[in-house]
């Protein structure tokens, strides 16, 4: 079988309304599928004014917005008119991106039409509760994603480090790699931008420690803020710059008095704004992979990061930055202290983080992912 064979119906939670490190690879997927001659239909909720167009042919599905993260859709189903599309596509594969409602409606239907089905893993669902106060739900909704998860004939995770834990946590038998790769035309050392920093208050021989996504608490933006906290307490010189917009902003912006906010940016004038911040800093838990550690490696930024799934896998502890356990404020402070205070160091790690992302092509990672649907349909057919 080739690729040029595949036919897959891809269910989305958010393909393209809100943008976000997971629906960006799953477009970059269709796009490399497409161009292979492969057939993707795309079903997910939809809204008049989307945040980018998508790639390949998208059907909406029904969808309401989801009470306190109103940007934010969450898909009611499976109704006739969608099961009948899906009939007419005739896909060879089910490809489910988030557990959702229609997602779960998506896999019952494939299970009684007898196709392989694969489930991508873009984001740790089960550690969002912690940040609303509502941490005592964990245990309940891993095990509501274990079953979602088992019903599928596969997995793909991006990173080793996500891989062992969706094993640990008893998730599938059979999860396969789906990396990230990086667009070197826009992440690169070369985008920095002295004029566009003064131009924000950062002078030449200041240090920038960035913190770039979108503004939700799931990023860790309140571990973000108590570090700096910190890092001013013990008088280390710095300058904060946050790329991003995003529900929490108002918050953020209260927490961190003096930080440099250049909203969202997107294109080659995020890789000017990322290429022109000296440290990265990324607490966040929650992710998979982080492509946002990635681009900010391209563009030759240490990063200093939480020691979890994602950064753990891209991240080399030393070499091209400092991997933190995620215990608290104060040892994000001491890492990110050694960086603004050693021009040497920052040039080191910043240099060996910009070499490692070379190692990330998106053509040769989505082929994987190409190769992972023919390894389930060809099972299937034995």
Same mark, same amino acid.
């Given at each position: ?47 008049? +004014? ?7 042919? #998208?059907?909406? #599905? ?31 594969? #089910? %490809? ?7 997602? %779960? ?12 089905? #694969? ?40 990173? +080793? ?11 599938? %038998? ?27 208050? $950062? +002078? ?25 906290? =910190? ?6 010189? %710095? ?37 022109? *911040? ?16 990635? +681009? ?51 040039? =080191?790690?910043?240099?060996? *983080? ?12 989505? =082929? ?8 389930? $349909? ?5």
């Amino acid at each position: 079988m080739q690729t040029s064979d595949l036919r897959i119906a891809l269910f989305s939670g958010n393909y393209n309304y809100v943008r976000d490190g997971a629906n960006q690879a799953l477009n970059r997927l269709v796009e490399y599928l497409l161009r292979q001659g492969a057939k993707v239909r795309v079903y997910a909720p939809t809204i008049d +004014e989307p945040a980018f167009e998508p790639q390949g042919d #998208l059907v909406s #599905l029904p969808s309401v917005a989801i009470p306190g993260r109103s940007e934010f859709r969450f898909p009611l189903g499976l109704p006739d008119a969608v099961k009948n599309d899906i009939e007419a596509f005739n896909p060879n594969i #089910l %490809h489910v991106s988030s557990p959702d409602v229609s997602a %779960h409606r998506a896999v019952s239907w494939a299970r009684d039409k007898h196709l392989p089905i #694969l489930a991508s893993v873009h984001t740790r669902f089960e550690t969002y509760p912690r940040y609303y106060g509502l941490g005592f739900t964990e245990p309940w909704l891993e095990a509501m994603l274990r079953r979602f998860y088992q019903r599928c004939d596969g997995l793909v995770a991006p990173s +080793e480090s996500q891989i062992e834990t969706l094993r640990e946590q008893e998730m599938h %038998h059979d999860i396969s790699i789906w990396s990230r790769g990086v667009d070197r035309t826009i992440f690169a050392s070369e985008k920095r931008d002295l004029a566009w920093r003064r131009s924000l208050g $950062i +002078e030449d021989d200041d240090v920038a420690i960035v913190f770039l996504g979108r503004l939700v608490m799931e990023k860790g933006l309140d571990i973000f803020a108590e570090t700096i906290v =910190q890092l001013r307490k013990r008088q280390i010189p %710095h300058k904060v710059l946050v790329i991003g917009e995003g529900p929490a902003q108002k918050w953020f912006e209260k927490a961190l008095p003096g930080g440099i906010f250049a909203g969202f940016q997107t294109g080659p004038d995020l890789g000017r704004a990322l290429a022109s *911040g000296d440290i990265f800093f990324n607490p966040s838990i929650t992710e998979t992979f982080g492509n946002v550690t990635l +681009e900010a490696m391209a563009c030759g930024l240490p990063v200093v990061a939480a020691g979890a799934t994602g950064a753990a896998s891209l991240v080399l502890d030393g070499e091209t930055g400092t991997l933190v356990p995620p215990t608290g404020a104060e040892a994000f402070a001491e890492a990110l202290a050694r960086y603004c205070t050693d021009d040497g160091l920052r040039a =080191q790690q910043g240099a060996a *983080g910009e070499k490692r992302s070379l190692e990330y092509s998106w053509d040769a990672i989505n =082929q994987a992912v190409a190769d992972t649907y023919i390894r389930l $349909i060809e099972a299937r057919q034995k």
